[in-house]
């Protein structure tokens, strides 16, 4: 960790259009779709084994979009979000109906989905990604449950 960087800044490896790394494919069905080579680069004074340079190819995960605006769902949650309109375009119509009939559950329930969707916490219905109009601050978020929680790595040592 903190060893390279990857993307490499220095080249344009990222897709405006589609937001991704160019080589990118949607699917989950095959295990190289999904995943994209990317040119990174090491940090000052390490040389890779591989390419005897500083500089060396990684598959980075790919996050498909299906033209979800972070924008447009922030817009709408905080001036419409008192009628449901934010969830409709998310994709969730049971709560958007719920707080078209009660005024955004008394305005509360506007509040927390300004925060969630502003947070990226509730997303496109179909869990796809949101467009963001940049590349850069997207949340991933990491759940853990009982099964990942601490589970003991192989380069850990038993300390008595």
């Known amino acids: 960790m903190g060893q390279y ?3 490499d800044p220095s080249q344009n490896q990222i897709d405006s259009a589609t937001q991704q790394y160019y080589g ?3 699917g989950k069905d095959v295990p190289s779709e999904g995943e994209a080579n990317v040119w990174c680069i090491a940090a000052d ?3 890779c084994n591989e390419t005897k340079n500083s500089t060396f190819y990684k598959k ?3 996050k498909w979009t299906n033209g979800y605006s972070l924008e ?3 817009l709408l ?3 419409l979000g008192m009628f449901g309109l934010d969830r409709f375009y998310l994709g969730y119509p049971g709560i958007g109906l719920a707080k078209l009939c009660t005024l955004g559950f008394m305005f509360l329930g506007q509040l927390l989905d300004i925060i969630l969707i502003a947070a990226q916490v509730v997303g496109p219905s179909d869990g796809s990604a949101y467009v963001i109009p940049f590349y850069g601050a997207g949340v991933t978020v990491v759940r853990s449950d009982n099964e990942t929680y601490l589970l003991p790595q192989a380069d850990w040592h038993n300390i008595t």
């Open 24 to 26: 990118c494919t949607k």
């Open 77 to 79: 949650s905080v001036f």
């Open 45 to 47: 004074k390490i040389i």
């Open 72 to 74: 447009i769902a922030l």
């Open 60 to 62: 980075m995960p790919c």
């Open 5 to 7: 960087i990857c993307p």
